[in-house]
């Protein structure tokens, strides 16, 4: 099935582990292509929006404790219809470039692989939530979780998941980017920051024509 065309703007998502450079990417990225005279909105999930970041309090937070697999799957879909409505498809339709840290991967991730919920149906709803808007380009940052979850101290919901957790969530990350190559980087999120957002910028170079120039 192929996913709604985004008329006239470009679609770029980052994805990863927990701790992997996804923000530093995204910034770097979004600062790049200001700086070529695109217009960028920068965003995230869960959040983005003010309703999506109450959502992403709720989800992340310790003191929300343990959530049904499916609850927890259902808030971030909630996050994500009100994203995709509210801000990524206005920005779109402007000619904009749009930069998120995080989108429908991260579901397929960690509440397909890492919770373990039916990864078919995860998708069917997912795709229905974001009216099945998909990413021209997918960059995801590897590397194992043991590395990417030492940068934090305190951590949340998710981050304090067990080791076994996040390698299944990395192993989702790299599947979905081996069924699709045409639509994502992976990138050794290891290497310098300023390898890794040249290598972003190499591949979005075809894609940035169709974008509108301020
Ligand atoms: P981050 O934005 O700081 O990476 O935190 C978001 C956390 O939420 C991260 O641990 C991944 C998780 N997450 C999901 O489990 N499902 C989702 O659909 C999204 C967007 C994030």
């Given at each position: 099935?192929?996913?709604?065309?985004?008329?006239?703007?470009?679609?770029?998502?980052?994805?990863?582990?927990?701790?992997?450079?996804?923000?530093?990417?995204?910034?770097?990225?979004?600062?790049?292509?200001?700086?070529?005279?695109?217009?960028?909105?920068?965003?995230?999930?869960?959040?983005?929006?003010?309703?999506?970041?109450?959502?992403?309090?709720?989800?992340?937070?310790?003191?929300?404790?343990?959530?049904?697999?499916?609850?927890?799957?259902?808030?971030?879909?909630?996050?994500?219809?009100?994203?995709?409505?509210?801000?990524?498809?206005?920005?779109?339709?402007?000619?904009?470039?749009?930069?998120?840290d995080r989108?429908?991967?991260?579901?397929?991730?960690?509440?397909?692989?890492?919770?373990?919920?039916?990864l078919?149906?995860?998708?069917?709803?997912?795709?229905?939530?974001?009216?099945?808007?998909?990413?021209?380009?997918?960059?995801?940052?590897?590397?194992?979780?043991?590395?990417?979850?030492g940068?934090?101290?305190?951590?949340?919901?998710?981050?304090?998941?067990?080791?076994?957790?996040?390698?299944?969530?990395?192993?989702?990350?790299?599947?979905?980017?081996?069924?699709?190559?045409?639509?994502y980087?992976?990138v050794?999120?290891?290497?310098?920051?300023?390898?890794?957002?040249?290598?972003?910028?190499?591949?979005?170079?075809?894609?940035?024509?169709?974008?509108?120039?301020?």
């Amino acid at each position: 099935m192929e996913g709604r065309e985004t008329q006239r703007g470009v679609f770029v998502c980052f994805e990863g582990g927990d701790g992997s450079g996804k923000s530093t990417q995204s910034r770097l990225l979004g600062d790049a292509l200001t700086g070529r005279g695109h217009r960028v909105l920068l965003t995230r999930e869960p959040g983005g929006t003010p309703v999506g970041e109450r959502m992403r309090e709720i989800v992340l937070s310790p003191e929300t404790g343990v959530l049904a697999d499916k609850t927890e799957a259902l808030l971030y879909l909630a996050d994500k219809a009100e994203h995709v409505e509210t801000l990524v498809l206005p920005a779109l339709a402007r000619g904009e470039v749009v930069v998120t840290d995080r989108y429908v991967d991260s579901m397929l991730a960690y509440q397909g692989a890492g919770r373990a919920l039916d990864l078919v149906e995860l998708e069917r709803v997912a795709r229905w939530a974001t009216g099945d808007l998909r990413p021209h380009l997918t960059v995801l940052l590897d590397m194992p979780p043991q590395a990417g979850l030492g940068r934090f101290e305190g951590r949340d919901r998710i981050e304090g998941e067990s080791v076994e957790f996040h390698e299944r969530v990395r192993a989702g990350f790299l599947a979905l980017a081996a069924a699709d190559p045409d639509r994502y980087l992976v990138v050794d999120a290891h290497e310098s920051r300023e390898v890794i957002a040249a290598a972003v910028l190499g591949r979005l170079e075809d894609l940035l024509d169709r974008a509108v120039r301020a």
